[in-house]
């Protein structure tokens, strides 16, 4: 794993991290965010919308959409910066590994890194010939397609190009068969690695991934019956919806990268990425799910409810470092980091199946952060290591802000910053220390003090041109963590565990409230911030008593409280707000516990008709709220998910699996918003059965 900047074991590394190879996100399954968060106790993520899911680590995340917002919790690839949530929709195929590490990483990981981040590393190339390709089949008519072809060029360079296509038909369907929740995705990836001398090599990447989705499914669960401490009932495996105005995401992102690394240095290997991320987004979503003479009949003052988005962002990033070499006892790495982030984004909610007037916001967020970074450490000769670094962040975002309403022939300018601007400029020093000891060569322990930052952010909606100028406080987080890594019995068990205490400060909490000002159902998106306090115990056993049979459970425990949260609940007709005292609260979107668990047995592979594999996986969450107040209003069951594959390798180039998601069809819940007079769930995939062929060439 590379979570220091430098190859380390993973038994080895002072750090909480979840990681999986490319063969085990394969068999997996896991193809999208989602899928890896439920491999992953102790993640969870805003699914609205879909092609947009913002993660959530140990409690802390950030739903902000806006352009003047940043994630708290982020995913690099091949250690670039996703700044915003659609730039996930890379193909996770031909990875080498994606690490899931815990905690604030904003030391050598950069900005927004506050309570952890993922990183996904790809397979790059390598200097003799090698193709893999997938295909997989199910039902909603599931078609995946992947191929990896990788080739020697001339002596010193080689190339590696991944393609992919996902498609699926939809999980649900409207009532005159048109598609809900389905897939659609195009990718490409292309590494071109050239040897320049013994000792220094330049690696050029670019990458494509382009989505077109329908619209999701919702169901207004207010018209069921209501339980204080369970909240509304849901449907029973709800199949179809019926919206007036077929929504869509259209979805493209990728980039250019080159990476150029040399150890002529002698003392120090030095790296320099130079990275570009590009997104366009146009998204458009039918939130009441269903039409306007079930709205009447149903209560809702309004016949539709329309979310329209588009955002166009552009991300430029340098980073160099030098990253000491040898096996002495003192090592380190230090750098210098600028990141430079353009985002345009359009927001409106439409009260009206067939609108007559506008209410839009445009924002434009200019982002520049410089950084300059470094971390030492010390190994004594009897185990012990001591590290410590620091990160000072220079942050400067500059933010406009226009407000167009009315008429949707005659609209007018509410308001426009463009030449006053808001600004959030601001300098900071994030840090990390620590030890570690090694009692023996299978018992390992680490203790750390870790920080991290994010800048202000800024409304997405402002009521006023004085309120579009104010952004809020940055967040700032101090994690203090223990753990210990064992291995027993000959390495037949692993024992991880790990304890952390998190104080959070100013935390940006954002919600949809009621705003009585765009009558009679209208919602404005409010920003507060909040105080909270996070306790957690996290753990992975890993069990393989013989080569026939394999184990492994994760469990997350987490206790995230907010310790003061005065919270927006509604604004009244003249623009004022209202508050509500959310201190004690749990934060939203946490279950206080998670477990992942899988069982594997596997026969024997040195048998002349090849081996088999069967696996099946489980993943438990206890309830979670999915606002900040608590009320049960929108509120997540405890659910449990059961998946399980049956693989036959012929050999080691051809296989075919079988294989089944959510077996028990679990109706659950991923998203949901409450209006006062409407209560809009949207539900997760349902039971799924297909088959993947594999094969491999080398």
């Given at each position: 794993m590379t979570a220091r900047r430098r190859e380390e074991s993973l038994q080895n590394a002072p750090i909480t991290v979840t990681a999986f190879s490319g063969v085990q996100l394969e068999e997996k399954g896991i193809t999208d965010f989602s899928r890896l968060a439920q491999a992953t106790p102790g993640i969870n993520f805003d699914a609205f919308p879909k092609a947009a899911p913002r993660p959530f680590f140990r409690g802390v995340g950030s739903s902000n959409q806006g352009a003047g917002g940043d994630p708290s919790s982020v995913a690099f690839l091949d250690g670039v910066y996703l700044g915003r949530a659609a730039m996930l929709g890379i193909d996770f195929y031909d990875m080498q590994r994606v690490e899931v590490l815990k905690g604030p990483q904003g030391t050598l990981w950069g900005k927004n890194v506050v309570a952890g981040s993922v990183n996904f590393v790809t397979a790059k190339p390598v200097d003799h010939a090698e193709a893999n390709a997938q295909l997989t089949f199910g039902e909603y008519g599931q078609?995946?397609?992947?191929?990896?072809?990788?080739?020697?060029?001339?002596?010193?360079?080689?190339?590696?190009?991944?393609?992919?296509?996902?498609?699926?038909?939809?999980?649900?369907?409207?009532?005159?068969?048109?598609?809900?929740?389905?897939?659609?995705?195009?990718?490409?990836?292309?590494?071109?690695?050239?040897?320049?001398?013994?000792?220094?090599?330049?690696?050029?990447?670019?990458?494509?991934?382009?989505?077109?989705?329908?619209?999701?499914?919702r169901f207004n669960v207010l018209?069921?019956?209501?339980?204080?401490?369970?909240?509304?009932?849901?449907?029973?495996?709800?199949?179809?919806?019926?919206?007036?105005?077929?929504?869509?995401?259209?979805?493209?992102?990728?980039?250019?990268?080159?990476?150029?690394?040399?150890?002529?240095?002698?003392?120090?290997?030095?790296?320099?990425?130079?990275?570009?991320?590009?997104?366009?987004?146009?998204?458009?979503?039918?939130?009441?799910?269903?039409?306007?003479?079930?709205?009447?009949?149903?209560?809702?003052?309004?016949?539709?409810?329309?979310?329209?988005?588009?955002?166009?962002?552009?991300?430029?990033?340098?980073?160099?470092?030098?990253?000491?070499?040898?096996?002495?006892?003192?090592?380190?790495?230090?750098?210098?980091?600028?990141?430079?982030?353009?985002?345009?984004?359009?927001?409106?909610?439409?009260?009206?199946?067939?609108?007559?007037?506008?209410?839009?916001?445009?924002?434009?967020?200019?982002?520049?952060?410089?950084?300059?970074?470094?971390?030492?450490?010390?190994?004594?000769?009897?185990?012990?290591?001591?590290?410590?670094?620091?990160?000072?962040?220079?942050?400067?975002?500059?933010?406009?802000?226009?407000?167009?309403?009315?008429?949707l022939a005659a609209p007018v300018t509410s308001y426009d910053t463009e030449t006053t601007p808001g600004v959030f400029d601001k300098g900071v020093f994030t840090y990390r220390v620590g030890a570690d000891y090694r009692f023996s060569d299978n018992v390992f322990a680490f203790a750390t003090v870790s920080t991290g930052f994010k800048s202000g952010a800024f409304q997405e909606q402002p009521g006023s041109a004085e309120l579009a100028r104010i952004p809020?406080?940055?967040?700032?987080?101090?994690?203090?963590?223990?753990?210990?890594?064992?291995?027993?019995?000959?390495?037949?068990?692993?024992?991880?565990?790990?304890?952390?205490?998190?104080?959070?400060?100013?935390?940006?909490?954002?919600?949809?409230?009621?705003?009585?000002?765009?009558?009679?159902?209208?919602?404005?998106?409010?920003?507060?911030?909040?105080?909270?306090?996070?306790?957690?115990?996290?753990?992975?056993?890993?069990?393989?008593?013989?080569?026939?049979?394999?184990?492994?459970?994760?469990?997350?425990?987490?206790?995230?409280?907010?310790t003061r949260f005065i919270q927006t609940s509604a604004y009244l007709a003249d623009g004022t707000p209202t508050f509500v005292d959310g201190a004690g609260n749990r934060m939203s979107r946490t279950p206080k516990h998670a477990v992942n668990a899988t069982l594997g047995l596997q026969s024997a592979r040195d048998a002349a008709w090849g081996w088999l594999r069967a696996e099946v996986s489980m993943d438990y969450q206890s309830d979670a709220f999915e606002n900040n107040i608590n009320d049960y209003k929108e509120y997540r069951k405890p659910r449990t998910l059961w998946d399980a594959s049956l693989t036959y390798n012929f050999d080691d180039r051809y296989s075919v699996q079988l294989w089944g998601h959510n077996l028990t069809d679990k109706v659950y819940r991923i998203w949901q918003t409450n209006g006062g007079v409407y209560q809009y769930v949207q539900y997760g995939a349902p039971r799924q059965f297909g088959v993947t062929l594999r094969a491999k060439f080398q």
């Open positions: 078609m995946n397609g992947n191929l990896m072809l990788n080739a020697p060029i001339t002596d010193g360079l080689a190339a590696r190009l991944t393609l992919g296509a996902v498609t699926n038909d939809g999980f649900r369907k409207t009532f005159d068969g048109r598609a809900l929740d389905d897939e659609n995705k195009l990718s490409a990836r292309l590494h071109v690695r050239a040897d320049l001398s013994p000792d220094t090599w330049l690696l050029l990447t670019g990458d494509i991934a382009k989505q077109d989705l329908s619209d999701s499914s018209l069921n019956p209501f339980t204080p401490g369970v909240g509304y009932a849901d449907f029973d495996n709800p199949r179809r919806a019926n919206p007036d105005r077929l929504g869509f995401t259209k979805s493209k992102t990728g980039g250019l990268r080159g990476e150029l690394s040399t150890d002529a240095l002698g003392f120090a290997n030095w790296t320099t990425v130079v990275a570009w991320r590009t997104l366009d987004y146009d998204f458009s979503n039918d939130l009441d799910g269903t039409d306007a003479a079930t709205n009447a009949a149903t209560g809702l003052p309004v016949s539709g409810l329309q979310v329209l988005a588009r955002e166009q962002a552009d991300s430029y990033s340098v980073e160099s470092r030098l990253s000491s070499l040898g096996n002495g006892p003192f090592s380190w790495v230090a750098g210098v980091f600028y990141n430079r982030d353009d985002v345009y984004r359009e927001r409106e909610t439409q009260q009206s199946v067939t609108p007559t007037t506008i209410n839009r916001f445009f924002g434009h967020s200019v982002n520049n952060s410089y950084a300059v970074f470094g971390e030492a450490q010390y190994k004594f000769d009897f185990g012990l290591r001591l590290f410590a670094g620091g990160r000072f962040t220079q942050e400067k975002k500059v933010y406009r802000a226009r407000r167009l309403q009315g008429p809020t406080d940055p967040e700032r987080l101090t994690n203090y963590e223990i753990g210990l890594k064992t291995d027993w019995f000959g390495r037949t068990l692993r024992a991880n565990v790990s304890a952390f205490w998190m104080d959070y400060r100013d935390f940006q909490t954002i919600k949809y409230v009621p705003d009585a000002a765009q009558a009679p159902v209208g919602t404005r998106v409010a920003i507060d911030s909040a105080d909270a306090t996070i306790k957690g115990v996290e753990t992975e056993f890993v069990f393989q008593p013989a080569t026939w049979i394999d184990a492994n459970v994760r469990y997350t425990y987490l206790h995230p409280y907010f």
